[in-house]
Protein backbone atom coordinates (compact mmCIF):
# COMPACT_ATOMS: atom_id res chain seq x y z
CA UNK A 1 0.00 0.00 0.00
CA UNK A 2 0.62 3.43 -0.62
CA UNK A 3 -0.17 6.97 1.04
CA UNK A 4 -0.33 9.74 -2.12
CA UNK A 5 1.50 13.07 -0.98
CA UNK A 6 -0.06 16.69 -1.85
CA UNK A 7 2.48 19.40 -1.09
CA UNK A 8 1.67 22.77 0.97
CA UNK A 9 0.01 23.98 -2.37
CA UNK A 10 -1.80 20.68 -3.24
CA UNK A 11 0.51 19.55 -6.06
CA UNK A 12 1.36 16.06 -5.87
CA UNK A 13 4.53 14.31 -4.86
CA UNK A 14 6.11 10.86 -5.26
CA UNK A 15 4.24 8.51 -2.79
CA UNK A 16 5.70 7.68 0.90
CA UNK A 17 4.96 4.52 2.73
CA UNK A 18 2.19 4.44 5.10
CA UNK A 19 4.72 4.44 8.41
CA UNK A 20 6.50 7.63 6.89
CA UNK A 21 2.83 8.90 6.40
CA UNK A 22 2.10 8.37 10.39
CA UNK A 23 5.25 9.82 11.47
CA UNK A 24 3.83 12.83 9.50
CA UNK A 25 0.70 12.80 11.14
CA UNK A 26 1.51 12.03 14.78
CA UNK A 27 3.63 15.32 14.35
CA UNK A 28 1.50 17.25 13.36
CA UNK A 29 3.30 18.33 10.28
CA UNK A 30 0.62 17.15 7.70
CA UNK A 31 -2.64 16.23 7.32
CA UNK A 32 -5.69 13.91 5.76
CA UNK A 33 -7.06 15.10 2.53
CA UNK A 34 -8.61 11.88 0.81
CA UNK A 35 -9.51 8.37 2.47
CA UNK A 36 -9.49 6.60 -0.67
CA UNK A 37 -7.13 6.38 -2.18
CA UNK A 38 -5.53 7.43 1.13
CA UNK A 39 -4.03 11.17 0.62
CA UNK A 40 -2.07 13.54 3.03
CA UNK A 41 -1.04 16.81 2.02
CA UNK A 42 1.92 18.41 4.03
CA UNK A 43 1.58 21.58 5.96
CA UNK A 44 4.81 23.00 5.73
CA UNK A 45 6.95 24.11 2.93
CA UNK A 46 8.83 21.38 0.71
CA UNK A 47 9.91 21.00 -3.03
CA UNK A 48 10.33 16.85 -2.81
CA UNK A 49 11.77 14.54 -4.97
CA UNK A 50 10.22 13.53 -8.04
CA UNK A 51 10.70 11.05 -10.37
CA UNK A 52 9.55 10.01 -13.94
CA UNK A 53 6.43 8.37 -14.06
CA UNK A 54 4.26 7.16 -17.01
CA UNK A 55 0.84 6.76 -16.99
CA UNK A 56 -0.80 4.11 -19.13
CA UNK A 57 -4.81 4.45 -19.89
CA UNK A 58 -6.22 1.56 -21.51
CA UNK A 59 -8.73 3.24 -22.97
CA UNK A 60 -12.45 1.32 -23.68
CA UNK A 61 -16.40 1.75 -24.32
CA UNK A 62 -17.34 0.35 -20.77
CA UNK A 63 -14.23 0.03 -18.55
CA UNK A 64 -10.90 2.26 -18.26
CA UNK A 65 -7.23 0.53 -17.36
CA UNK A 66 -5.01 2.89 -15.43
CA UNK A 67 -1.38 1.98 -14.21
CA UNK A 68 0.99 4.53 -13.22
CA UNK A 69 4.93 3.04 -13.12
CA UNK A 70 8.44 4.46 -12.28
CA UNK A 71 11.66 2.51 -13.24
CA UNK A 72 11.22 0.06 -10.00
CA UNK A 73 7.24 -0.52 -9.37
CA UNK A 74 4.27 0.53 -9.98
CA UNK A 75 2.65 3.21 -8.38
CA UNK A 76 -0.98 3.64 -9.20
CA UNK A 77 -3.47 1.39 -10.37
CA UNK A 78 -6.97 1.44 -10.98
CA UNK A 79 -9.63 -0.40 -13.29
CA UNK A 80 -13.34 2.47 -14.02
CA UNK A 81 -15.93 1.14 -14.76
CA UNK A 82 -18.18 3.93 -16.99
CA UNK A 83 -21.74 4.74 -16.73
CA UNK A 84 -24.22 2.45 -19.41
CA UNK A 85 -27.12 4.32 -18.80
CA UNK A 86 -26.56 8.02 -21.01
CA UNK A 87 -28.18 6.52 -24.29
CA UNK A 88 -31.61 5.24 -22.06
CA UNK A 89 -31.30 8.58 -19.96
CA UNK A 90 -31.29 10.96 -23.26
CA UNK A 91 -33.82 8.98 -25.22
CA UNK A 92 -36.03 9.55 -22.03
CA UNK A 93 -35.38 13.27 -21.38
CA UNK A 94 -36.09 13.99 -25.43
CA UNK A 95 -39.60 12.34 -25.49
CA UNK A 96 -40.59 14.48 -22.01
CA UNK A 97 -39.53 17.32 -24.37
CA UNK A 98 -41.44 16.76 -27.12
CA UNK A 99 -44.70 16.07 -25.11
CA UNK A 100 -43.99 18.83 -22.91
CA UNK A 101 -43.51 20.95 -26.24
CA UNK A 102 -47.06 19.85 -27.38
CA UNK A 103 -49.04 20.57 -24.63
CA UNK A 104 -47.82 24.33 -23.18
CA UNK A 105 -46.23 25.62 -26.30
CA UNK A 106 -48.75 27.49 -28.54
CA UNK A 107 -48.54 26.98 -32.43
CA UNK A 108 -45.12 27.64 -33.98
CA UNK A 109 -44.76 28.01 -37.72
CA UNK A 110 -42.30 25.58 -39.03
CA UNK A 111 -38.75 26.62 -40.34
CA UNK A 112 -35.85 25.53 -41.93
CA UNK A 113 -33.42 23.26 -40.39
CA UNK A 114 -30.55 25.20 -41.60
CA UNK A 115 -28.98 25.05 -37.88
CA UNK A 116 -25.50 23.54 -37.50
CA UNK A 117 -23.60 22.03 -35.01
CA UNK A 118 -20.36 23.24 -34.16
CA UNK A 119 -17.56 21.73 -35.49
CA UNK A 120 -15.96 18.51 -33.37
CA UNK A 121 -19.50 17.83 -31.99
CA UNK A 122 -20.00 14.23 -31.07
CA UNK A 123 -23.21 12.73 -30.15
CA UNK A 124 -23.86 12.86 -26.01
CA UNK A 125 -23.06 9.38 -25.03
CA UNK A 126 -19.89 9.78 -27.11
CA UNK A 127 -19.23 13.05 -25.78
CA UNK A 128 -19.49 11.71 -22.03
CA UNK A 129 -17.45 8.89 -22.49
CA UNK A 130 -14.53 10.99 -23.69
CA UNK A 131 -15.51 13.63 -20.86
CA UNK A 132 -15.17 10.50 -18.41
CA UNK A 133 -11.81 9.37 -19.42
CA UNK A 134 -10.49 12.96 -19.31
CA UNK A 135 -11.73 13.37 -16.28
CA UNK A 136 -10.23 9.89 -14.78
CA UNK A 137 -6.63 10.92 -16.05
CA UNK A 138 -6.98 14.15 -14.62
CA UNK A 139 -7.60 12.00 -10.94
CA UNK A 140 -4.53 10.34 -11.52
CA UNK A 141 -2.40 13.52 -12.47
CA UNK A 142 -3.78 15.09 -9.17
CA UNK A 143 -2.16 12.05 -7.00
CA UNK A 144 1.06 11.43 -8.41
CA UNK A 145 3.08 13.92 -10.35
CA UNK A 146 2.98 12.38 -14.04
CA UNK A 147 5.40 13.23 -16.51
CA UNK A 148 4.55 10.87 -19.49
CA UNK A 149 0.69 9.74 -20.67
CA UNK A 150 0.22 6.86 -22.86
CA UNK A 151 -2.97 6.10 -24.66
CA UNK A 152 -3.91 2.72 -26.94
CA UNK A 153 -5.25 4.11 -30.16
CA UNK A 154 -7.30 2.17 -32.49
CA UNK A 155 -9.08 2.55 -36.06
CA UNK A 156 -12.04 0.36 -37.11
CA UNK A 157 -13.56 -0.26 -40.85
CA UNK A 158 -16.80 -0.79 -39.50
CA UNK A 159 -17.95 -1.76 -43.23
CA UNK A 160 -14.99 -3.96 -43.52
CA UNK A 161 -16.22 -5.73 -40.37
CA UNK A 162 -19.42 -6.07 -42.41
CA UNK A 163 -18.33 -7.46 -45.55
CA UNK A 164 -15.02 -8.19 -45.85
CA UNK A 165 -15.02 -8.39 -49.62
CA UNK A 166 -16.00 -4.67 -49.83
CA UNK A 167 -13.78 -2.14 -51.68
CA UNK A 168 -13.92 0.36 -53.88
CA UNK A 169 -17.56 1.71 -54.75
CA UNK A 170 -18.77 -0.89 -52.54
CA UNK A 171 -17.87 1.77 -49.54
CA UNK A 172 -20.37 4.57 -50.92
CA UNK A 173 -23.43 1.72 -51.93
CA UNK A 174 -23.71 -0.24 -48.33
CA UNK A 175 -26.35 -2.68 -47.86
CA UNK A 176 -29.45 -0.68 -48.51
CA UNK A 177 -28.70 0.50 -51.28
CA UNK A 178 -31.90 0.36 -53.96
CA UNK A 179 -34.21 -0.17 -50.78
CA UNK A 180 -36.55 2.83 -50.16
CA UNK A 181 -36.31 2.61 -46.36
CA UNK A 182 -35.48 0.17 -44.01
CA UNK A 183 -38.46 -1.50 -42.93
CA UNK A 184 -38.57 -2.90 -47.05
CA UNK A 185 -34.75 -4.25 -46.36
CA UNK A 186 -35.43 -6.24 -43.38
CA UNK A 187 -38.56 -7.70 -45.01
CA UNK A 188 -36.31 -8.61 -47.92
CA UNK A 189 -33.32 -9.77 -45.82
CA UNK A 190 -35.40 -12.28 -43.79
CA UNK A 191 -36.70 -13.43 -47.17
CA UNK A 192 -41.13 -12.15 -46.25
CA UNK A 193 -41.52 -14.94 -43.49
CA UNK A 194 -41.48 -14.74 -39.67
CA UNK A 195 -38.79 -15.65 -38.58
CA UNK A 196 -40.24 -16.90 -35.07
CA UNK A 197 -43.54 -19.47 -36.35
CA UNK A 198 -41.22 -19.09 -39.80
CA UNK A 199 -45.17 -18.79 -40.67
CA UNK A 200 -46.75 -22.25 -39.32
CA UNK A 201 -49.35 -19.63 -37.64
CA UNK A 202 -50.32 -19.13 -41.73
CA UNK A 203 -50.70 -15.36 -40.17
CA UNK A 204 -50.24 -13.35 -43.91
CA UNK A 205 -49.64 -9.89 -42.41
CA UNK A 206 -45.71 -8.92 -41.15
CA UNK A 207 -44.63 -6.54 -38.88
CA UNK A 208 -41.08 -5.48 -37.91
CA UNK A 209 -40.40 -5.83 -34.77
CA UNK A 210 -37.38 -4.13 -32.75
CA UNK A 211 -35.62 -6.80 -30.85
CA UNK A 212 -34.11 -4.01 -28.12
CA UNK A 213 -35.89 -1.35 -27.14
CA UNK A 214 -36.22 1.57 -29.68
CA UNK A 215 -34.98 3.99 -27.20
CA UNK A 216 -31.93 2.66 -27.01
CA UNK A 217 -31.09 0.03 -29.66
CA UNK A 218 -32.64 2.89 -32.22
CA UNK A 219 -33.75 1.98 -36.47
CA UNK A 220 -30.36 -0.19 -37.58
CA UNK A 221 -31.22 -2.84 -39.66
CA UNK A 222 -29.34 -5.47 -36.84
CA UNK A 223 -32.14 -4.29 -34.04
CA UNK A 224 -34.96 -5.09 -36.24
CA UNK A 225 -36.68 -8.67 -36.80
CA UNK A 226 -39.76 -9.94 -39.03
CA UNK A 227 -42.52 -11.28 -37.29
CA UNK A 228 -46.28 -12.10 -37.83
CA UNK A 229 -48.85 -9.94 -36.20
CA UNK A 230 -49.73 -13.30 -34.38
CA UNK A 231 -45.88 -13.48 -33.20
CA UNK A 232 -46.03 -10.08 -32.37
CA UNK A 233 -48.50 -9.31 -30.67
CA UNK A 234 -47.45 -12.20 -28.16
CA UNK A 235 -44.18 -10.83 -27.76
CA UNK A 236 -45.93 -7.19 -27.32
CA UNK A 237 -47.87 -8.39 -24.16
CA UNK A 238 -45.24 -11.21 -22.48
CA UNK A 239 -46.67 -14.19 -23.86
CA UNK A 240 -44.00 -14.82 -25.92
CA UNK A 241 -39.87 -14.64 -25.57
CA UNK A 242 -37.91 -14.35 -28.91
CA UNK A 243 -34.46 -16.70 -28.39
CA UNK A 244 -32.48 -13.97 -30.75
CA UNK A 245 -29.67 -12.37 -29.82
CA UNK A 246 -29.18 -8.94 -29.35
CA UNK A 247 -27.01 -6.65 -31.72
CA UNK A 248 -24.98 -4.31 -29.44
CA UNK A 249 -24.14 -2.98 -33.24
CA UNK A 250 -20.55 -1.52 -33.37
CA UNK A 251 -20.64 1.14 -30.28
CA UNK A 252 -17.56 0.07 -28.74
CA UNK A 253 -15.70 0.37 -32.31
CA UNK A 254 -17.06 3.89 -33.15
CA UNK A 255 -15.99 5.39 -30.06
CA UNK A 256 -12.72 4.04 -30.17
CA UNK A 257 -12.57 5.31 -33.85
CA UNK A 258 -13.87 9.01 -33.01
CA UNK A 259 -12.88 9.29 -29.83
CA UNK A 260 -9.66 7.74 -28.81
CA UNK A 261 -7.29 10.11 -31.09
CA UNK A 262 -9.48 13.44 -29.64
CA UNK A 263 -8.41 11.80 -26.21
CA UNK A 264 -4.52 12.06 -27.43
CA UNK A 265 -4.88 15.69 -28.52
CA UNK A 266 -6.50 16.46 -24.85
CA UNK A 267 -4.36 14.95 -22.76
CA UNK A 268 -0.83 15.92 -25.12
CA UNK A 269 -0.24 12.24 -24.95
CA UNK A 270 1.60 9.77 -26.90
CA UNK A 271 -0.36 6.70 -29.05
CA UNK A 272 -0.09 2.68 -29.13
CA UNK A 273 -1.89 0.50 -30.52
CA UNK A 274 -3.07 -3.03 -29.27
CA UNK A 275 -1.29 -5.59 -31.03
CA UNK A 276 1.95 -4.20 -29.23
CA UNK A 277 0.40 -4.17 -25.99
CA UNK A 278 -1.08 -7.95 -26.81
CA UNK A 279 2.35 -9.32 -27.88
CA UNK A 280 4.06 -7.37 -24.72
CA UNK A 281 1.49 -9.03 -22.47
CA UNK A 282 1.61 -12.75 -23.60
CA UNK A 283 5.44 -12.57 -23.49
CA UNK A 284 5.11 -11.26 -19.77
CA UNK A 285 2.67 -13.85 -19.34
CA UNK A 286 -0.02 -11.42 -18.05
CA UNK A 287 -3.58 -12.55 -18.03
CA UNK A 288 -5.46 -10.25 -19.89
CA UNK A 289 -7.63 -7.80 -18.05
CA UNK A 290 -7.73 -3.66 -18.53
CA UNK A 291 -4.96 -3.31 -15.47
CA UNK A 292 -2.55 -6.07 -16.91
CA UNK A 293 -3.12 -4.06 -20.02
CA UNK A 294 -2.79 -0.85 -18.71
CA UNK A 295 0.40 -1.83 -16.81
CA UNK A 296 2.17 -2.81 -20.40
CA UNK A 297 1.24 0.76 -21.77
CA UNK A 298 2.52 2.06 -18.99
CA UNK A 299 6.28 0.19 -19.96
CA UNK A 300 5.53 -2.25 -17.54
CA UNK A 301 8.37 -5.00 -17.17
CA UNK A 302 9.56 -6.35 -13.77
CA UNK A 303 8.24 -3.86 -11.32
CA UNK A 304 6.45 -4.59 -8.25
CA UNK A 305 2.52 -4.05 -8.87
CA UNK A 306 0.29 -3.23 -6.41
CA UNK A 307 -3.43 -4.18 -5.59
CA UNK A 308 -5.22 -0.95 -7.20
CA UNK A 309 -8.52 0.29 -6.97
CA UNK A 310 -11.58 -0.57 -8.45
CA UNK A 311 -13.62 2.58 -9.20
CA UNK A 312 -17.38 2.84 -10.33
CA UNK A 313 -18.93 5.80 -12.41
CA UNK A 314 -22.58 7.06 -10.93
CA UNK A 315 -24.17 10.13 -11.45
CA UNK A 316 -24.45 12.95 -9.71
CA UNK A 317 -27.91 13.14 -9.24
CA UNK A 318 -31.19 12.02 -10.16
CA UNK A 319 -33.77 14.52 -12.25
CA UNK A 320 -35.18 17.07 -10.57
CA UNK A 321 -39.05 16.37 -11.18
CA UNK A 322 -41.89 19.09 -10.19
CA UNK A 323 -45.40 19.12 -9.60
CA UNK A 324 -47.35 21.65 -12.27
CA UNK A 325 -45.73 24.70 -13.42
CA UNK A 326 -43.39 26.63 -11.42
CA UNK A 327 -44.11 24.40 -8.70
CA UNK A 328 -41.90 24.25 -5.55
CA UNK A 329 -42.96 20.56 -4.53
CA UNK A 330 -40.66 18.25 -5.42
CA UNK A 331 -41.48 14.99 -6.25
CA UNK A 332 -38.49 13.14 -5.48
CA UNK A 333 -36.93 12.09 -2.20
CA UNK A 334 -34.88 15.02 -0.16
CA UNK A 335 -31.38 15.17 -1.13
CA UNK A 336 -30.42 13.86 2.49
CA UNK A 337 -32.25 11.50 4.83
CA UNK A 338 -31.28 11.18 8.21
CA UNK A 339 -28.39 12.95 7.34
CA UNK A 340 -27.03 10.25 4.61
CA UNK A 341 -27.31 11.05 0.74
CA UNK A 342 -27.22 8.46 -1.91
CA UNK A 343 -23.07 6.83 -2.73
CA UNK A 344 -21.87 7.88 0.88
CA UNK A 345 -19.20 5.47 1.73
CA UNK A 346 -20.00 4.30 5.39
CA UNK A 347 -18.60 2.15 7.66
CA UNK A 348 -21.26 -1.15 9.07
CA UNK A 349 -19.91 -3.95 11.30
CA UNK A 350 -16.33 -3.56 9.79
CA UNK A 351 -17.29 -3.66 6.48
CA UNK A 352 -16.89 -0.64 3.91
CA UNK A 353 -20.05 0.11 1.48
CA UNK A 354 -21.98 2.36 -0.33
CA UNK A 355 -25.12 3.76 -0.21
CA UNK A 356 -27.69 2.56 -2.63
CA UNK A 357 -31.27 3.11 -1.18
CA UNK A 358 -32.81 4.81 1.69
CA UNK A 359 -35.97 5.00 3.31
CA UNK A 360 -37.56 7.87 5.33
CA UNK A 361 -38.76 5.07 7.99
CA UNK A 362 -34.56 4.65 8.84
CA UNK A 363 -34.01 1.24 6.61
CA UNK A 364 -30.94 1.71 3.99
CA UNK A 365 -29.79 -0.30 1.35
CA UNK A 366 -25.80 -0.97 1.14
CA UNK A 367 -23.98 -2.17 -1.72
CA UNK A 368 -20.19 -3.22 -2.92
CA UNK A 369 -19.10 -2.41 -6.14
CA UNK A 370 -19.31 -5.97 -7.04
CA UNK A 371 -23.27 -5.85 -6.92
CA UNK A 372 -23.70 -7.56 -3.17
CA UNK A 373 -26.57 -5.64 -0.97
CA UNK A 374 -27.49 -5.55 2.59
CA UNK A 375 -29.80 -4.00 4.37
CA UNK A 376 -29.34 -1.59 7.59
CA UNK A 377 -30.62 0.91 9.64
CA UNK A 378 -28.97 4.35 9.50
CA UNK A 379 -28.26 3.97 13.25
CA UNK A 380 -25.37 1.68 12.53
CA UNK A 381 -23.62 3.73 10.09
CA UNK A 382 -20.93 5.76 10.17
CA UNK A 383 -19.90 7.98 7.48
CA UNK A 384 -16.60 8.17 5.85
CA UNK A 385 -15.99 9.65 3.00
CA UNK A 386 -19.26 12.29 0.77
CA UNK A 387 -20.75 10.82 -1.96
CA UNK A 388 -18.61 11.42 -5.35
CA UNK A 389 -19.40 10.76 -9.13
CA UNK A 390 -16.57 7.72 -8.47
CA UNK A 391 -16.94 5.61 -6.29
CA UNK A 392 -13.33 4.05 -4.75
CA UNK A 393 -12.94 0.53 -3.57
CA UNK A 394 -9.35 -1.26 -2.87
CA UNK A 395 -8.81 -4.22 -4.93
CA UNK A 396 -7.04 -7.66 -4.36
CA UNK A 397 -3.24 -7.76 -5.17
CA UNK A 398 -2.32 -8.57 -8.68
CA UNK A 399 0.65 -10.86 -9.08
CA UNK A 400 3.99 -9.57 -10.72
CA UNK A 401 5.11 -10.62 -14.32
CA UNK A 402 7.72 -13.15 -13.80
Known sequence: MLVYVLN????????????????????????VVKRTPFTIQLLYGSSGYKQPIKLGVDSGYQNIGL???????????AEVKLRKDIVELNSERR?????RRGRKTRYRKARFQNRRKKEGWLAPSIQHKLDSHYKAILMVEGLLPITEVVIEVANFDIQKIKNPAIAGKGYQEGEQMGFWNVREYVLYRDAHICQHCKGKTKDKVLEVHHIETRRTGGNRPDNLITLCSTCHNKVSTGKLKLKVKVSN???????MSMARWRLVDMVGALPTY??????????????????????????????ERIAGYNIQQVRKCNRKLYKGIRSHIKNTAPRFVHGFQ???????QDMECFIAGRRVSGGFVLSLLDGSRVR?????LQLLESANTFLVERREPVSSPA
Open 95 to 99: SFRRA
Open 8 to 31: KHGLPLMPCSPRKARVLLKEGRAK
Open 376 to 380: ASYKK
Open 249 to 255: GFKQEAF
Open 274 to 303: GYITKHQRIGKGLEKSHINDAFIIAGGDTQ
Open 342 to 348: RYDKVSY
Open 67 to 77: SATTAKKEVFS
